[in-house]
């Protein structure tokens, strides 16, 4: 892959194959930023489980204490009183059949969509469209629920869903280069917190064998994993 002047002298700036603490990592993540937009702040684990295996699926939400610095449109899919609940919580689109027709044809300008428990017969239908996309609300992501207005809110203050790839990675977004550097921190500690109590009992061996901090345009600055580890027990 080729790639430009900046993106090299940004990962000279990196190091080659060096590991960091993380506020050390955050600093270097500062250092190497070069775009001309805000970038979006991204952090990747691999982990050591084998996700064919049910038992092994490493999955959940987690609230980030300073968000995601990212507007997220949220559509609710419901009927009836959840309606204006949904309305007065300030998500983007609310409705059903509407919505519905809508991403049969291809419509998903939404990042997130929550849904009743009442209406996921209708929603169920559209597993294949929004499947793929990551879009399907599921119960144990929170974004099957009754409790509408918190849903939303959550979502709009920065609740991000993990979940392992078929590769054993997780990669979420975790802020903006903007971000002063104590909020990244924070924010990449409170998902690490998270990946590590989400370990499942079945998974032997090393659970966390790699942690990388990017950004859009920048290279991947890897973390050193005990100062990583003891740091979350602090």
């Known amino acids: 892959m080729h790639r430009g002047k900046k993106y090299k002298k940004s990962k000279e ?18 250092e190497t930023g070069y775009a001309k937009f805000d970038e979006t702040v991204e952090m990747s684990v691999r982990l050591g489980v084998d996700p064919k295996h049910a038992d092994q699926l490493v999955r959940g939400t987690i609230l980030l204490p300073n968000g995601t610095g990212k507007k997220v449109r949220v559509l609710v899919l419901t009927k009836g009183e959840k ?33 009743t428990p009442d209406v996921m017969g209708e929603v169920g239908r559209l597993g294949k469209i929004l499947g793929p996309k990551g879009l399907m609300p599921n119960p144990k992501s929170g974004t099957v629920t009754f409790d509408v207005a918190k849903a939303v809110k959550e979502v709009k203050a920065g609740r991000v869903e993990y979940k392992v790839d078929k590769a054993g990675n997780i990669g979420v977004s975790i802020g903006k280069l903007s971000f002063s550097e104590d ?13 590590m109590r989400a370990k499942p009992s079945a998974a032997k061996g090393t659970y966390l064998r790699n942690v990388s901090i990017s950004s859009t345009m920048g290279p991947g600055i890897r973390l050193d994993i005990p100062s990583a580890l003891a740091m979350l027990k602090q």
């Open 13 to 30: 700036k990196a190091g080659r194959g060096e590991l960091y603490k993380l506020e050390e990592a955050v600093r270097k993540l500062k």
């Open 83 to 115: 309606e204006k609940e949904a309305q007065e919580a300030q998500a983007d689109f609310v409705g059903l059949d509407e919505f519905v027709k809508k991403i049969t044809v291809g419509w998903s300008e939404v990042d997130v969509i929550i849904a």
């Open 183 to 195: 909020k990244i921190v924070e924010n990449a500690k409170a998902f690490l917190d998270a990946v």
